[in-house]
């Protein structure tokens, strides 16, 4: 059976197991939608966030204040556009804040060299996680070898200590083809699947959350990123599996006011 029927096969299989289940049920959580509610204190909660700006008219004021709250909450990490972070690293120097780059965002139609540079530059100005783009592209056209390899080289471009997560913008695929790529990201060897760009035109769902955590299972971890705006759609997504949230609107999750961030 070659690689691709193989896939597929797996894929089904999954699918099959997936049907029937309740959401949440086998993600590691509670589900919350069903009412079941897990408390978090602040700075509990800002362990699991991405203090994100992603914006391309964000100005260096933006990513001060950005720096500014993520120390104050002591949110787990920001997440920015590569050529910000030499700005935000120097901001972030001698804090427990981990500093994000996003990689091939947010169309993930770059080349795989042109991810793997931009990852290398990344890191070598102060990331230590990477979140790059999927070939969505090529997963719809089943070119399952290129897409693994597309991870695989930003995954050879990363240190021993690099995070990597790789977002599948679940808001254009189909189930099997979410289920597809969390198996070839896991398969390459990244640490997390997230969900969205927030640009794509959708967002973060608890039951894309459960499906993603479901096929990964413990070897992977699950980041739920696009429209997480407060606490209660935060802690479902947690509820659900995830174990990071991307978001703008971070400081509203972790002190309960109404978010108005796009991401």
């Not at 050879?156 to 990201?185: D, F």
Request: glycine content about 10%.
């Amino acid at each position: 059976m070659d690689e691709q029927r193989l896939i597929q096969t797996i894929t089904s299989e999954i699918l099959k197991r997936l049907q029937g289940e309740a959401i949440g049920q086998n993600t590691g959580g509670p589900l919350l939608g069903s009412g079941y509610r897990v408390p978090m204190d602040t700075k509990e909660l800002a362990q699991y966030i991405d203090h994100t700006m992603l914006k391309p008219d964000a100005v260096t004021a933006t990513f001060d204040q950005l720096c500014s709250e993520a120390v104050q909450y002591r949110f787990k990490s920001v997440c920015v556009n590569s050529s910000w972070v030499p700005y935000v690293a120097k901001k972030l120097q001698g804090t427990s804040v981990r500093v994000c780059s996003v990689v091939g965002f947010p169309l993930g139609t770059m080349t795989s060299r042109s991810k793997a540079f931009e990852t290398r530059e990344a890191i070598e100005h102060g990331a230590s996680e990477i979140d790059m783009v999927l070939a969505i592209g090529k997963l719809k056209a089943r070119e399952y070898a290129y897409v693994e390899e597309d991870i695989l080289a930003v995954r050879r471009a990363t240190r021993s200590n690099t995070i990597l997560k790789v977002i599948i913008e679940t808001s254009m695929l189909t189930q099997e083809e979410k289920v597809l790529a969390c198996q070839l990201a896991k398969r390459a060897g990244a640490n997390f699947v997230k969900t969205s760009t927030g640009f794509g035109g959708g967002g973060a769902t608890v039951e894309d959350i459960a499906l993603m955590k479901s096929v990964v299972g413990k070897d992977m971890e699950v980041k739920a990123s696009g429209g997480v705006r407060d606490y209660d759609k935060a802690m479902a997504m947690i509820g659900a599996g995830a174990t990071r949230i991307g978001a703008v609107s971070s400081v509203a999750i972790v002190t309960g006011s109404r978010g108005t961030g796009s991401y």
